[in-house]
């Protein structure tokens, strides 16, 4: 049976990605922040189809990070699809206890740390993918690479779009690196989705979250996408991002420094 992880789906599109992997007889691997979370999504998510396992770890502290990869690998070994789909959104500027700026280190570097601890184990079957929901907001977005914890300029918005930002040229990056040879990787823009994100943050609207899974499964579920590795998707078809995504220099960057500030748990 094909294995996926998503993260963040204890509700919202999160959620409705898992449930339209199991409605394809998949088994998939639902996280929540924690067990419970979890479990009670795995409850909802029961049906004739698929599996539905529990999984779990706060992604603001990244030894849970850590210990939600070896979670998984203990369940699957060989890992069809990570879907990167937990999100955050901070009103005001916070740190992580590890010292990463709250939505950067959830959205951007703890999805980073569990997309690199599960590397192998996407690598033992024929064609695993990882899927970086990002937003169609990176587009607008900038994101300084000598000062990733925004300690100069700060502002809600402006730290969501950079890890959006960063999102989708992790994707493009990885699709260029010899060491993810195997793997194809995707970043999209889901939809204005009427999740709790939206509305606490941007009041009421937004399309169904079952309609904001839509591209998310499209990337996961498409057959000969290779020719598309590393791209970003809107609407369920390839779309233009922003040029740094584009840029090999600024994607190595990010990615080099990405690395020296999680190193120590990699291994």
Same mark, same amino acid.
Not at 16 to 24: D, Q
Not at 34 to 41: F, N
Not at 69 to 76: D, E, F, I
Not at 157 to 160: E, I, N, Q, R
């Given at each position: 049976?094909t *294995? ?7 509700d ?15 088994r998939?691997?639902v996280?929540?922040r ?8 795995v ?7 698929g ?9 603001a ?7 939600l ?8 070994p060989?890992?069809?699809?990570l ?12 740190l992580?206890?590890?010292g990463?700026e709250? *939505?950067?280190?959830? +959205?951007?570097?703890a999805? #980073?740390v569990l ?15 990882v899927? #970086? ?6 587009v ?13 300029h #700060?502002?809600g918005?402006?730290?969501?779009g950079?890890?959006?930002?960063? +999102?989708a040229? *992790?994707?493009a990056?990885q699709?260029?690196?010899p ?6 990787a995707f ?21 169904? *979250?079952?309609d904001g899974?839509?591209?998310s499964?499209y ?10 590795n590393g791209g970003?998707?809107?609407d369920?078809a390839?779309?233009q ?5 584009l840029?090999?220099a ?14 120590k #748990?990699?291994?």
């Open positions: 049976m *294995t996926a992880l998503v993260t963040g789906a204890s919202g599109i999160g959620l409705e990605t898992a449930r339209g992997l199991l409605k394809r007889g998949w998939v691997l996280h929540g924690d067990q419970a979370r979890a479990g009670v999504a409850k909802a998510l029961k049906g004739p189809q599996e539905a396992v529990p999984v779990w770890g706060d992604l502290e990244m030894d849970q990070v850590w210990a990869g070896n979670q998984v690998k203990r369940l699957a060989a890992l069809d699809l879907i990167n789909n937990a999100g955050v959104f901070e009103k005001e500027r916070r992580t206890k590890d990463f709250r *939505t950067l280190g959830i +959205n951007h570097f999805h #980073w997309a690199q601890r599960l590397r192998t184990s996407l690598q033992a079957v024929p064609a695993g993918r899927v #970086w929901v990002s937003s169609q907001v990176h607008g977005a900038d994101l300084p690479l000598d000062d990733l914890d925004l300690a100069r #700060w502002s918005y402006g730290s969501y950079a890890s959006k930002l960063a +999102n040229a *992790t994707a990056e699709a260029r690196r060491e993810w040879k195997g793997v194809l970043s999209l823009h889901p939809g204005v989705v009427a999740t709790k994100l939206l509305h606490q943050n941007f009041g009421a609207g937004g399309i169904a *979250t079952e899974a839509k591209t499964l990337c996961a579920l498409q057959a000969r996408m290779e020719k598309f970003y998707f809107k369920s390839p779309a991002p922003h040029p740094k995504v840029d090999p600024f994607g190595q960057k990010l990615w080099d420094l990405t690395q020296s500030r999680v190193e #748990w990699l291994s």
